[in-house]
């Protein structure tokens, strides 16, 4: 046998060697994380106002966790002293700014806002036609019947042949309750009718959460 057969012949019995050795090493590890499970998970307190925390300190606020980057009295969320760590949502609400104006607001742990806004077509009865009027999509009139406007229009009469593309002839010479109601897919209906959908409201707010928060 020459010097190199024996050369590598002595490279395949180590790299055996320390292959099987790097195996049970792995082994003997895994056994010894698994024996010996991790301690439970302890939130840090909640923040108090009127405390003063020291650089370290970790807190929960507003559902949020933050890390004080230096000693601080104030806010988490108002006080760039304090880093926030998870992000969470403080509060969510929804109201109507106009007629048909529906906006939703969410408020994150770190005080920034999201706001969104968006036009519904909801029916609002306008009592009787008037020439001088100008009329939205959704406004109810009356005029020898009732009528829903489907387009914006000013002075034209729903009973003249002008009428195709802005108005529809709903029916009926005298107001009739509204029953609106919303489903849980988001589905806006009147008095079983679907007449929209706040789903894209909804799913806008929350990309435009996303994009901050991966901002």
């Not at 700014?97 to 994150?108: I, Q």
Request: some cysteine; aromatic content about 8%.
């Amino acid at each position: 046998m020459t010097r190199e057969e024996m050369d590598d012949l002595m490279a395949d019995v180590m790299g055996d060697h320390f292959a099987r050795l790097a195996a049970d090493l792995e082994l003997r590890l895994e056994r010894a994380i698994a024996s010996r499970p991790l301690p439970p998970f302890v939130p840090p307190a909640m923040w108090s106002e009127g405390k003063r925390y020291a650089a370290g300190s970790s807190v929960r606020w507003r559902n949020g966790i933050f890390f004080a980057q230096r000693d601080s009295e104030g806010e988490p969320g108002h006080d760039d002293a304090w880093l926030p760590l998870v992000v969470g949502l403080a509060g969510f609400e929804m109201h109507w700014s106009g007629d048909r104006t529906f906006c939703a607001r969410a408020v994150l742990s770190d005080g920034r806002a999201v706001e969104i806004e968006r036009e519904v077509a909801l029916p609002i009865v306008r009592g009787y036609w008037n020439a001088e009027t100008t009329y939205l999509p959704g406004d109810r009139v009356f005029r020898h019947g009732e009528w829903n406007a489907t387009a914006m229009s000013l002075g034209v009469d729903p009973t003249s042949p002008d009428t195709e593309g802005r108005w529809e002839k709903v029916g009926g010479r005298y107001a009739r309750a509204l029953a609106l109601a919303v489903d849980d897919d988001g589905t806006v209906s009147e008095s079983g009718k679907p007449i929209g959908s706040i789903k894209p409201l909804v799913q806008g707010l929350l990309e435009k959460l996303l994009a901050q928060r991966a901002a």
